[in-house]
């Protein structure tokens, strides 16, 4: 038997309108007024909106960071998407020193298989150049994995110049997309050791090693490499005024660029590291949170298209017990921070509703254009016949108070404590299962992996 969605609000990335939605076998059959509903289970979503199921670009489940582990896996991560209106995720696959990329890739499935509740992709992170790496690459594509990352910082990690030229050369051929977190790796090392040298642990130190121009100087750096192999890159979690600058001005010298960011940068600021004793080290991830002129710059770059996907870079370690190892130096606290859980609420609270940014363009931010970018449009991140019933029944006449005691992800804080939302998840629907019903998790365990193509 199928399923209708009837009187709802339907919102995507360009029109809203009142129409119902046919579901038969995971994918939207039909969309129109007053659809015949006989033999069809009926649910009455009037009042509500209807939105394509978020797609979050960004995500670190089960990571390993070396000296310890994030506490959401992908069985806890994927129920925290899930009830908060996402229906993919896309994780970062993060080899180990003895792995190559096939068998890093491995790995993740085996971390993943059978515990999602949403659906799943992977990105893969290239952490050097090798004989293989380009067959490697060639053979990750034609397993759907076909985005890639690369580390300008972090030892270990990071890669040089001539290795990003050469990558970036290969994605132009392969049709593949290279994604960069942008931070300067020299100039960081120098400032946090200067800092630690000189005494300063507390955690308020983790921002002020990493000034606006240690990450806009990567991404300028980036911008001139991408123009230089004739390819394009993806910026993950820009955070800052001057690097958003930097990829607008490199666009009009026709450099393709496209620009993530995160829920963390629009609406936490810098201040929060000053808080009394050792709760700032809540807020330690890199890049680090910014001033109030970037919230706004951000907040205006995705209103204007300069920002192209909201993802979480969700990586979560526990206050006490995790963060806590970093308690008499900042450099050892583990950098990361929850938030795949709320995306979709603080997003529609502090962008739609108080008029910062219109609601299509909340879905194109949170859905439409992840799918595109990343090869899995129209199947995902639409409302239209044919695509998957990947649908969320979004409340905008409910309000609640964002608290980490009533949370599905397994850490124990959100940097949104306190934060009010003016709207409830009510519904959600994975592929036409009604995984989410009255705001609680009716059935887990759906997800599948999703074997993504080059656009």
């Known amino acids: 038997m199928g399923l209708i969605l009837k009187g709802g609000t339907i919102v995507t990335a360009e029109k809203t309108y009142k129409s119902d939605i046919k579901i038969i076998n995971e994918v939207i059959a039909e969309i129109g007024k007053n659809l015949k509903c006989d033999n069809y289970e009926v649910i009455d979503v ?20 070396g000296y310890t582990k994030t506490t959401d896996d992908f069985e806890s991560g994927t129920k925290a998407a899930i009830i908060g209106g996402t229906t993919t995720v896309l994780d970062f696959a993060e080899t180990s020193n003895d792995e190559d990329l096939i068998e890093g890739i491995k790995t993740y499935h085996k971390k993943a298989d059978g515990k999602c509740s949403c659906d799943y992709g992977f990105h893969i992170t290239i952490t050097k150049l090798d004989t293989d ?3 490697f690459m060639e053979e990750l594509i034609s397993e759907g994995v076909t985005s890639f990352k690369m580390y300008m910082a972090y ?5 040089d110049d001539g290795t990003i030229y050469k990558v970036l050369e290969k994605a132009r051929e392969l049709g593949c997309i290279v994604e960069f977190h942008c931070e300067s790796g020299d100039l960081l090392d120098v400032l946090v050791e200067e800092n630690v040298k000189a005494g300063n642990l507390k955690p308020k130190y983790h921002s002020l090693s990493r000034p606006n121009i240690v990450e806009k100087e990567a991404v300028s750096r980036l911008a001139d490499i991408t123009q230089l192999a004739y390819s394009r890159s993806y910026v993950v979690h820009l955070s800052c005024k001057e690097s958003l600058v930097v990829v607008k001005n490199a666009r009009k010298r026709g450099v393709n660029m496209i620009v993530e960011t995160c829920p963390q940068y629009l609406l936490l600021e810098d201040k929060l590291y ?16 910014r001033k109030k002129e970037d919230i706004e710059c951000l907040w205006n770059g995705i209103r204007d298209g300069d920002i192209q996907t909201v993802g979480t870079d ?23 921070a929850p938030g795949v859980e709320q995306r979709i609420e603080l997003l529609y609270t502090y962008g739609v509703a108080i008029g910062r940014i219109s609601f299509n363009k909340f879905v194109e931010i949170t859905s439409t254009n992840a799918a595109k970018i990343f090869g899995m449009y129209p199947k995902k991140g639409e409302i239209k016949v044919g695509s998957d019933a990947d649908l969320v029944v979004l409340d905008t006449t409910k309000e609640k108070i964002i608290t980490s005691t009533t949370q599905q992800q397994n850490v124990d804080y959100t940097p949104y404590e306190g934060f009010k939302v003016s709207c409830e998840i009510r519904d959600v629907f994975l ?24 656009i």
Do not use: W
């Not at 009037?46 to 960071?65: K, L, R, V, Y």
């Open 155 to 159: 030892n270990g990690m990071k890669v």
């Open 133 to 135: 790496t380009f067959k």
């Open 314 to 336: 969700h990586c979560s370690f526990n206050f006490r017990g995790q963060k806590d190892i970093g308690i008499d130096d900042f450099s050892k606290i583990p950098n990361g």
């Open 274 to 289: 000053c808080n009394e004793g050792f709760e700032g080290a809540k807020y330690v991830m890199s890049p680090p949170l």
């Open 46 to 65: 009037s009042g509500c909106h209807i939105i394509p199921g978020g797609i979050d670009t960004h995500t670190h489940f089960d990571m390993n960071a």
């Open 431 to 454: 592929r036409g299962e009604h995984v989410v019903k009255c705001g609680k998790i009716k059935k887990i365990n759906k997800g599948k992996y999703l074997k993504r193509k080059i």
